[in-house]
């Protein structure tokens, strides 16, 4: 839980994550499975049915975007420079992720996240503002990090942006409480594109 929650707290960050992770979709799923009638259960059952296909497209080094075409994703797919947005909903929590890059090499995230704080375990805002306060602060003390969170009755909503040209990386890891991104190989565009679509996530044309 440590890790998911710190990863969902610097936004975009737990798309590259979430296929190491399980994701937040497997998160939510197992969370709503357990108030759920049989006939829910069903539709829980598709939807990790449905994540585990999409997994299987990042072993096979594929990945499909919303028009439905496939095909390999290569370092040759984000020649020059580009901007990718990518999309997430279990019809509970929403989350949008624009990368902008220059020959696969990702210059910037912006996020913009809806989470429930049952997916976290806690029932209020004063719960959620007890736990999550405390990392925002380290977060958005970082150089580079642009940061807001604003807590709802249920659900908080998140915008952040990481500009890669002058963050630190190691500084971002410590703040976050787990390193996302550990050096410059995991800014690929590629690598990125290929976890958020194995995870669930779609591209937005």
Do not use: W
Not at 127 to 154: C, H, S, T, Y
Request: glycine share 8%; with cysteine.
């Amino acid at each position: 839980m440590k890790k998911l929650l710190s990863t969902l707290l610097v936004g975009a960050a737990v798309l590259s994550m979430a296929a190491c992770s399980g994701g937040v979709k497997n998160t939510v799923s197992s969370t709503q499975a357990d108030s759920k009638s049989e006939s829910g259960k069903e539709a829980s059952s598709k939807s990790e049915s449905k994540s585990e296909a999409a997994s299987s497209i990042a072993v096979g080094g594929s990945a499909k975007s919303e028009s439905g075409s496939a095909g390999a994703v290569t370092s040759d797919d984000f020649k020059g420079e580009g901007k990718k947005v990518y999309t997430f909903t279990d019809g509970f929590n929403e989350v949008e992720a624009t990368f902008t890059y220059k020959d696969n090499k990702v210059l910037s995230q912006t996020t913009h996240s809806k989470l429930m704080y049952s997916m976290f375990g806690l029932t209020n805002k004063e719960e959620a503002e007890k736990m999550f306060k405390p990392i925002v602060e380290k977060i958005q003390a970082v150089e580079g990090v642009k940061e807001e969170l604003v807590f709802n009755d249920d659900h908080y909503v998140e915008d952040i942006t990481v500009d890669f040209t002058k963050v630190d990386l190691a500084k971002l890891g410590e703040a976050q409480g787990t390193a996302v991104y550990k050096d410059e190989s995991d800014l690929m565009m590629s690598t990125i594109s290929q976890r958020l679509i194995s995870s669930g996530y779609v591209e937005k044309k």
